[in-house]
């Protein structure tokens, strides 16, 4: 492994091993280093995105819990620690994930990009009703491996309209820009011939022919509900979206913000970022068929002494 000195930069012939410690917080082995050049002492953990965490041991549930409908209360109540310890590794495990899924696509998609592709929106909300939220969901339709999202604010629609407008102001659609940036950001790993299936919203057509001029898209009509409270699910009867609903109903399931009758709402569109890419990486490594993980679903016997559990490393 290949590493420089934080101080000055040096290269791996500058730096000699320098004996090691036992780290209080999980009694791990960490080995010492030191520069000759700078004369800089340094550990194998010093460039960890757990550097000086004192309960490194509950990064992995914690994701866990987050992916299960945990909320930050209940996770901290259940791993012994304060809220705020949970609220602060939130971010910290979101970059961690996001890290994984990008080295995943690279892994999956590569050589050969992906074909089949399906988009959806679902609606939620920021604080109250009368600031709702979109989140795109874009996905690989034969194993509903989620290779994207995001979220934006939109302005309210039917009887809150007013009254938002009346409490709050007026509030801009950005959810247009929002599906711009994930196309763009998955253009890389999604073949320009690619066959894209959305419902008939009025602005995946312009979005998809922007990023894909060369794709098809095939378009559905919205199918009603099963139940006023289960959107994503709907009734009987062949589904030609059921990737797609099927997945945005896992999300509403696991992601306690995201149910639709509770009391756990998002008061930071960033923060419900980073806890549905938390759940997003959950999901592709854990939830789905042994066969349709690709290679997040295994690992070599060096990687499993490097992993407390398939969360977070440990370093």
């Not at 757990?50 to 901290?76: D, E, F, H, V, W």
């Not at 998609?109 to 109250?128: K, N, P």
């Not at 299936?197 to 378009?219: E, G, K, L, N, Q």
Request: charged share 25%; hydrophobic share 35%; aromatic share 4%.
């Amino acid at each position: 492994m290949t590493r420089s000195c934080p101080g000055c930069r040096a290269g791996d012939d500058a730096i000699v091993r320098n004996g090691f410690f036992r780290r209080r917080s999980d009694s791990r082995r960490i080995q010492r280093f030191r520069c000759k050049a700078c004369r800089c002492e340094f550990s194998a953990a010093t460039a960890s995105p757990c550097y000086r965490q004192k309960r490194r041991r509950i990064n992995a549930p914690l994701g866990a819990l987050l992916a299960s409908t945990g909320s930050i209360r209940r996770s901290a109540l259940l791993l012994g620690v304060n809220r705020k310890t949970v609220a602060r590794r939130l971010p910290m495990l979101a970059a961690l994930a996001r890290q994984r899924m990008a080295r995943e696509l690279r892994q999956l998609f590569g050589t050969e990009r992906c074909q089949r592709i399906q988009l959806d929106d679902l609606i939620t909300l920021e604080h109250t009703k009368c600031k709702p939220v979109s989140v795109s969901v874009v996905i690989e339709s034969g194993t509903r491996r989620i290779l994207g999202l995001d979220a934006a604010p939109i302005p309210a629609s039917g009887p809150l309209a007013a009254i938002s407008r009346s409490r709050y102001g007026r509030r801009l659609d950005g959810s247009r820009v929002m599906r711009n940036a994930l196309l763009a950001q998955l253009t890389p790993w999604i073949a320009p011939h690619a066959c894209f299936t959305s419902d008939d919203h009025r602005h995946y057509p312009v979005v998809i022919r922007r990023h894909f001029p060369h794709a098809t898209h095939v378009r559905h009509p919205s199918k009603r509900a099963r139940s006023g409270a289960q959107g994503e699910l709907k009734r009987a009867g062949h589904d030609p979206l059921f990737a797609i609903n099927h997945t945005l109903a896992m999300l509403r399931a696991n992601v306690n913000r995201l149910i639709r009758r509770t009391w756990c709402t998002t008061k930071r569109l960033d923060r419900l970022v980073d806890h549905l890419t938390i759940y997003a990486d959950y999901h592709n490594r854990l939830l789905l068929k042994p066969a349709d993980r690709g290679p997040a679903g295994t690992s070599t016997p060096s990687e499993r002494t490097a992993v407390d559990s398939p969360m977070l490393p440990t370093i």
